[in-house]
């Protein structure tokens, strides 16, 4: 799977737009890009995945490059239940596992 | 989707014990996942269990440390074995199962929150 590369932290405003941005430099053709978040004591929680086109669900946007080396994960309106650690993941769909990096510390202000 | 429920939540062990983790789900899958995260980190993959097999384990996760059972399609354990101190952490279960749509999504359970003393 290829790595991928997140910012530590990030605060947001509330009712602002939170931009989350990940780096996947040496991802292959057959790889999506997934993202996860993990609330303080709970478990993973999936939000959003894409393979190269823009995608939009009830929870986020995702945005991937045209060369597919970065993405950003977009919550329009960010609220202080996003508070989360937010993890970006590239695997081959259909390929089960989950390799979980560090992720981003998303603090939502008020 | 799935519904995952793990016992118990939480649990105080003294070393040299061992604990025995219960992961339930409320439909069939084919594949279950069980992760540990330790105090501060991000989750790491133990292995992969798979019904009416042995377990797959990753690159430093052994058996004999953390045996696995996988009796059926909606139930599996995790054992941690002659616990220490540095075994403190949440484990957490999870399967690969259809979602809303046509794709299939990773579900996970509440976690166990484990602390050896």
């Known amino acids: 799977d290829a790595k991928t590369t997140q910012p530590p932290s990030m605060d947001c405003a509330e009712g602002r737009a939170a931009n989350l941005p990940c780096n996947h430099s040496?991802?292959?053709?057959?790889?999506?890009v997934y993202w996860y978040r993990q609330i303080h004591s709970q478990g993973p929680q999936y939000i959003i995945h894409g393979l190269k086109n823009n995608e939009t669900n009830e929870m986020a946007s995702l945005i991937i490059t045209e060369d597919r080396k970065s993405s950003t994960l977009i919550l329009p309106h960010a609220t202080l239940r996003d508070t989360a650690v937010y993890y970006c993941i590239v695997r081959v769909r259909g390929y089960n596992k989950l390799i979980f990096g560090a992720g981003t510390r998303l603090a939502v202000h008020p | 989707s799935a519904v995952i429920s793990q016992k118990p939540s939480r649990d105080i062990c003294q070393r040299g014990t061992s604990l025995t983790i219960q992961c339930q789900v409320d439909s069939q899958v084919t594949m279950m996942f069980w992760y540990r995260q330790q105090p501060g980190q991000s989750l790491t993959l133990i292995a992969t269990?798979?019904?009416?097999?042995?377990?797959?384990?990753e690159s430093g996760f052994v058996i004999d440390k953390f045996p696995i059972s996988r009796p059926n399609l909606t139930f599996s354990t995790l054992t941690v074995s002659n616990m220490s101190p540095e075994d403190s952490s949440i484990y957490l279960c999870?399967?690969?199962?259809?979602?809303?749509?046509?794709?299939?999504?990773?579900?996970f359970g509440p976690g166990t929150r484990l602390t050896v003393l």
């Open positions: 269990a798979n019904q009416g097999s042995e377990a797959t384990y």
């Open positions: 999870s399967v690969d199962a259809l979602a809303s749509g046509f794709y299939n999504e990773q579900f």
């Open positions: 040496t991802i292959s053709g057959n790889e999506y």
